[in-house]
Structure formats: structure tokens, C-alpha cells
């Protein structure tokens, strides 16, 4: 089994800037990609950044150019540095992690328990 901690939402006026961080233990054997995903009330979960294991990243339209994700492997954490944010951006951010827990295994999807942003005018 694999656990996803996260950590680091709150709340912020709008401009302002949060960095959220996403722990995972248990069995892993490699992380082939770490996300982060929002769902704001009545919506729809959304992918709002992800970044695989080589370093390339993906950026929802919406945030790019002020979230910024990275990684660090010998940790297995993710970050997301959210800069410039604004209303529209409050919502549970949740982690999620595609881990293989053994050599040639299938990766599995886990996700986070998922933190709040709230991002006030």
C-alpha cells in the first residue's frame, strides 16, 4: 500500500501565495508520475498540474506561468508553488501519485486526502 500525505493549503488574499507539498510512503518502488488535481464546489475534478518522473511537466491553461510543480525523488514529494492566486483557484487540491511498488509491477493511481485553498478577494 501506498499513502499520499499533503500539506500546505490555507487561506490567502488574492496575490498571494501557497506552497503545497505531497508526501508518499509504503511501498514504492518508483513514482512514474506525481499530479495535483483541484475540485471546487459543484464542479468537476480537474487536473491543474502534473510532472513525470524525467522532469516534464503539464499545466492546466488556467494556472500556467503562476503554479509551478516539481519533485523531489529521494523524498518521493511533489510540490506545488501556487503564485498570483486568485478567487477562482480556491478548492480541495488533491495529490495523486502513479507507483509501481515492485520491479515490472503495473503502476497503481493513489491519491491524497486532499487539503484546502481558499483564496479570498
Known amino acids: 500500500q501506498v499513502q499520499l500525505v499533503e500539506s500546505g493549503g490555507g487561506l490567502v488574499q488574492a496575490g498571494g501565495s501557497l506552497r503545497l507539498s505531497c508526501a508518499a510512503s509504503?511501498?514504492?518502488?518508483?513514482?512514474?508520475?506525481m499530479g495535483w488535481y483541484r475540485q471546487a464546489p459543484g464542479k468537476q475534478r480537474e487536473l491543474v498540474a502534473a510532472?513525470?518522473?524525467?522532469?516534464?511537466?503539464n499545466y492546466a491553461d488556467s494556472v500556467k506561468g503562476r503554479f509551478t510543480i516539481s519533485r523531489d525523488n529521494a523524498k518521493n514529494t511533489a510540490y506545488l508553488q501556487m503564485n498570483s492566486l486568485k478567487p477562482e483557484d480556491t478548492a480541495v487540491y488533491y495529490c495523486?501519485?502513479?507507483?509501481?511498488?515492485?520491479?515490472?509491477?503495473?503502476?497503481?493511481?493513489?491519491w491524497g486526502q486532499g487539503t484546502q485553498v481558499t483564496v479570498s478577494s
Open positions: 510532472i513525470i518522473n524525467g522532469g516534464s511537466t
Open positions: 495523486n501519485a502513479e507507483v509501481a511498488s515492485w520491479y515490472g509491477s503495473i503502476p497503481t493511481d493513489y
Open positions: 509504503g511501498s514504492i518502488f518508483s513514482i512514474h508520475v
